[in-house]
């Protein structure tokens, strides 16, 4: 791998994403012959927020390649309750390991850990922003499920301005041939502008419709979300949106008989439960995929073991980005660093959100 992070599914080539989803492959169909290919090398999970799947696939991952866990999944029971910043939290973890997953609310925590890091850190999710292993999970998933990662309607429905699994998977499928999004969402949840840009500079067509009844017909692929209860300013603002799509069995008789129905997971109530005994559901599978992704990422970034530290970095602009969400707005050390994107505007490094001069 040519990258030493994992900041966003970006960073890795088609060739290398490839790679890793016949390396998942591989090792899912003869396990026995990695339980110790990552023996003396030591996982850390930093998780400021909540998880399930995420953490403990790769703590088992990593624990069925032979090696060893160390972390948090509280930030409150480490020293970041006394106010240890960002920076040293992980430079000092960074000495003690070598492969770090960080999940945290703010976005662009994940690209903030990496240059202060010389263990490898792999973004477990970033607030609203990005979620790569997600992303992996899904086109492993994928990969599996329809033989192909080309040529599909793909629907992705409910959450979409919040949902970091959905951006990080379009931006990944939007570099395959000839596969066209359905968005499907209200207007107030809809995609962000960061990802119709990613869209509009791909191969790939996509439309936006607030039906899901609509769509259904022509979707090769279903990606569900859940409503982002906690990316929400208020309870009001959620009791608007959620319980406006949700997948029965009666919507599923208008699909494809190939359709697959994918979920990251966790489910609140957009997805029936008598759908999960519907053979099309596979969002179960999907979180089994994700162990065998996370363990191919994580020996195929342990082969490399670069122990190196990114160099300095120092502000590009004297500008606050304009996201409140970005990790900018709390670890005030951090440099500004930013894209000139044309016009008055810039786009911030870490959170990719757009911010005028
Ligand atoms: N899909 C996912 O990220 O699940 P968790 O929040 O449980 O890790």
Redesign the pocket.
């Known amino acids: 791998m040519k990258t030493k992070h994992l900041i966003d599914l970006e960073d890795l080539s088609v060739s290398e994403l490839m790679d890793i989803i016949r390396l998942a492959n591989q090792i899912k169909e003869r396990p026995q012959d990695y339980t110790d290919v990552c023996k003396g090398k030591i996982l850390a999970t930093l998780f400021y927020?909540?998880?399930?799947?995420?953490?403990?696939?790769f703590k088992t991952a990593m624990l069925r390649l032979g090696g060893s866990i160390i972390g948090f999944d509280n930030p409150q029971n480490s020293s970041v309750s006394k106010g240890e910043s960002l920076k040293d939290t992980i430079t000092v973890v960074g000495g003690y390991t070598d492969i770090i997953a960080i999940?945290h609310p703010l976005e662009g925590t994940a690209k903030a850990a990496a240059m202060y890091s010389a263990a490898s850190v792999i973004n477990?999710?970033d607030g609203g922003h990005l979620?790569p292993t997600?992303t992996l999970?899904d086109v492993v998933t994928l990969y599996n499920e329809k033989g192909t990662l080309e040529n599909m309607t793909i629907g992705l429905c409910g959450d979409l301005k919040n949902g970091r699994?959905v951006h990080s998977l379009i931006k990944t499928m939007a570099n395959f041939k000839n596969n066209r999004f359905v968005l499907i969402s209200t207007p107030e949840l809809s995609i962000p502008q960061y990802i119709k840009d990613v869209l509009n500079a791909s191969t790939c067509t996509y439309t936006e419709v607030p039906s899901l009844a609509e769509a259904m017909p022509m979707l090769d692929v279903l990606y569900m979300t859940r409503i982002q209860r906690e990316r929400f300013a208020s309870e009001e603002e959620y009791e608007k949106e959620k319980g406006v799509f949700i997948l029965d069995r009666e919507k599923l008789l208008d699909a494809k008989r190939d359709l697959k129905i994918l979920h990251?997971?966790?489910r609140v109530d957009e997805i029936a439960v008598d759908v999960d005994y519907d053979d099309r559901a596979k969002y179960f599978d999907q979180?089994v995929y994700?162990m065998y992704a996370r363990m191919a990422l994580m020996k195929t970034m342990l082969d490399d073991n670069d122990r190196s530290t990114a160099s300095r970095l120092f502000d590009t602009h004297n500008v606050k980005c304009s996201n409140p969400r970005c990790i900018t707005a709390a670890e005030l050390y951090l440099p500004k660093i930013y894209r000139e994107v044309g016009g008055d505007m810039l786009l911030c490094k870490y959170c990719e959100s757009r911010t005028l001069i």
Do not use: C, D, F, Y
């Open positions: 927020e909540p998880s399930t799947r995420t953490q403990m696939s999940r477990a999710g979620h997600q999970t699994t990251p997971l966790p979180t994700g």
